[in-house]
């Protein structure tokens, strides 16, 4: 048998009835705490009270809500009328408003409505004063504004004729210099960056500048400071191909180290090129011809120096008019 069968056999089971006088035989052998005098002094005049006795801590708080309830009345009644008359004076004051009459003199029977009339409209052309001020003092902070950004404007600006022809030039020489030294410590810094690549790459080129992530410390370098035609990325994430002004020429190189004279990177700018052993030349604008094509890849060709000049020898001829030292 399961559970629910053993719990439907006791249900059916019959109830036993219990046997006569089991009720007052407990009640019988019942033994109660004896109670003091003192007690038993307390207790009777309460058993004998009367019925206020036993039911005051009721009628008291009923009482108090009725009394509550009594003054909330009065005071809806009362609030009720004072509506009532604010409302018909407010209908009684359309019609004889027209009516009023300018008094000739003070009178002290002056309407207390009439002194609120005067008091709104004095409150009125107060703030109608405040108001125009405001406007005013408005439209002089715009004007100073509108002269602020003048005068900025202005100071921003050089004034015309602040510079001679001549300072000019040499202003703009000045900055074009200062944009190739730019130029070529950029290239100086791809070179080495190239050199690192390649010592962990079996001495290989890497194949694209991008390759070079770890060894760029930021993309800026790839634009030249003279290329004003492209913007320089801010970080690796927002680099394209626009952000580069160089032009890298010697992409995955098995032996990097082995062609020295090699064009690595080239500006097309200030014509520098970076060559595969770090060096830079800046010669390559002025001169062109010192660039080579050999087999598809340029190289940077300079001229032969000349051999330094022997000394002279002795004449075996001597000269007119004397001996040969």
Known sequence: MNTVEIENLLRMAPKPAPPAGLKERLIAQVRLPAISPAVQATVRPLAGGSWLRRWWPVLVPATASLACAVGLSLQQMEIRSLRQAIEGLSHDSGPKAGAVATPDGPTNGASPRADAAVTTQQEIARLKELAGRLTAEVAQLE?????????????????????????????????????????????????????????????????????????????????????????????????????????????????????????????????????????VQRLAKDHPELLVQRDGKLYFAPPPQPAPDAPAQPSANPPPGGSPP
Request: hydrophobic fraction near 40%; charge should be negative; charged fraction near 20%.
């Open 143 to 279: 004007r100073m504004r509108a002269e602020n950004a003048n005068l900025r404007a202005q100071l921003a600006a050089p004034p015309a004729g602040f510079l001679t022809p001549e300072e000019t030039e040499a202003l703009a020489k000045a900055k074009e210099r200062a944009e190739a030294i730019q130029c070529v410590n950029n290239l100086k810094q791809l070179g080495l960056a190239v050199r690192l690549w390649s010592l962990d790459n079996g001495d290989a080129s890497p194949p694209d500048v991008l390759a070079m992530t770890n060894e760029i410390s930021t993309p800026k370098i790839l634009a030249c400071p003279g290329d004003h035609a492209r913007q320089a990325a801010k970080d690796w994430a927002s680099y394209t191909a626009a952000n580069c002004s160089y032009e890298y020429l010697a992409p995955s190189t098995a032996d990097i180290g082995a062609e020295t004279e090699r064009v690595m990177f080239r500006c097309p700018v200030h014509g520098t090129v970076g060559l595969c052993d770090g060096s």
